[in-house]
């Protein structure tokens, strides 16, 4: 099983709203992450957490928390929005967060903040 | 920081034709990965290559990394409209940082 799974496929949430996306994968992979992703653009890296660590943070604003209850799920908790931060929000793992291992992409979350 | 570009941007072609895309970056790479976003999906991994000047082929796709380790390509040979999509290289460094993609639309 190489997938990796997104929930909620479509969000529309206000700027005063708090909402959680959910990702989750079953190949026993020790790295996850999260990207966001604008139109036509490349994704940029959010967040990564190794063995339910979090080892980088991309100077991610405040108003994005990720979590990583288990080495299976990871989670990223949305607080106060902009509309600028409509995109979609892809979460990824591998097997470990070496750079030379493959990414699986989950299907991602595409948010529209109103 | 590291940037990692991708010519061209956009690149229509008539079905059977080649289609090449180059990628370079401002440092040198530990590795380059090459994904495959469909209009619509999200990213799908191709292959990785690792060592200078290595060259490796998936059927229609050739793919290179340069002896400096700073550069890659992509081609597909007689594209076909299964190949619509955006193509984007990744580099690994102290990050994994994803070029800035070629969109590619094949016209019958």
């Known amino acids: 099983d190489t997938e990796v799974t997104q929930t909620p496929k479509h969000l529309v949430m206000g700027m005063t709203n708090k909402k959680s996306l959910k990702c989750e994968q079953h190949?026993?992979?020790?790295?996850m992450y999260w990207y966001k992703q604008k139109a036509k653009k490349p994704p940029e890296l959010m967040f990564v957490?190794?063995?339910?660590?979090?080892?980088i943070n991309e100077s991610v604003p405040s108003r994005f928390s990720p979590e990583c209850p288990n080495s299976s799920l990871l989670n990223l908790h949305l607080h106060a929005l902009q509309p600028e931060d409509s995109a979609l929000y892809l979460c990824a793992s591998s097997q470990d967060s070496g750079w030379t291992d493959t990414q699986y992409f989950g299907p991602g979350t595409r948010l529209t903040v109103l | 920081g590291q940037q990692v570009m991708q010519i061209p941007q956009y690149q229509h072609v008539q079905e059977g034709e080649d289609f090449t895309t180059y990628c370079n970056s401002s440092t040198t790479l530990s590795n380059i990965q090459w994904y495959k976003q469909r209009p619509g999906g999200h990213p799908v991994f191709l292959i990785q290559l690792v060592k200078s000047g290595e060259v490796k082929k998936q059927k229609r796709l050739t793919f290179q990394f340069g002896e400096a380790k700073k550069n890659s390509s992509l081609h597909i040979t007689a594209t076909q409209t299964t190949d619509v999509g955006t193509y984007f290289c990744a580099g690994g460094g102290n990050k994994l940082t994803f070029g800035t993609g070629t969109q590619l639309k094949v016209e019958l």
């Open positions: 190949m026993g992979h020790r790295a």
């Open positions: 957490y190794s063995y339910e660590k979090l080892s």
